[in-house]
């Protein structure tokens, strides 16, 4: 969610959460330390969002690196000495990393 968003969803929901909270308890008080809670629990959702969505990227980009990696393993032809006769193919060698299914070429 853009910032922006965010600031447009805080600027209805905190005032409608205070005018509720007033008109139920007839209390300055509680509708401003309750509209103050709710506020902190929409500030750390926000957080929490952002963090996601960094944790996100960076578990893609490792994911694309991987598979950029299996496409260089291509171009190995049979040059690796750990490279096993029954894991010989055409293209040479496949790494461990590559043999994963989610990797796998059709």
């Given amino acids: 969610m853009p910032l922006r968003m965010f600031y447009r969803v805080m600027a209805l929901v905190l005032p ?36 996601f969505l960094i944790w996100r990227s960076g578990s893609l980009a490792s994911a694309a690196q991987k598979a950029k ?12 000495p750990t490279c096993r006769e029954d894991e010989e193919s055409t293209f040479g060698c496949r790494s461990t990393a590559c043999a994963s299914p989610r990797f796998a070429r059709q």
Avoid: P
């Avoid at 409608?16 to 509708?31: E, G």
């Avoid at 500030?43 to 952002?50: C, W």
């Avoid at 260089?72 to 032809?77: C, K, L, T």
């Fill in 16 to 51: 409608t959460n205070a005018l509720i909270i007033h008109f139920v308890s007839h209390s300055i008080r509680a509708a401003m330390v309750k509209t103050l809670g709710c506020a902190l629990v929409l500030q750390a959702g926000y957080f929490a969002s952002v963090l």
């Fill in 69 to 80: 990696h299996c496409d260089g393993d291509r171009e190995v032809r049979r040059q690796s």
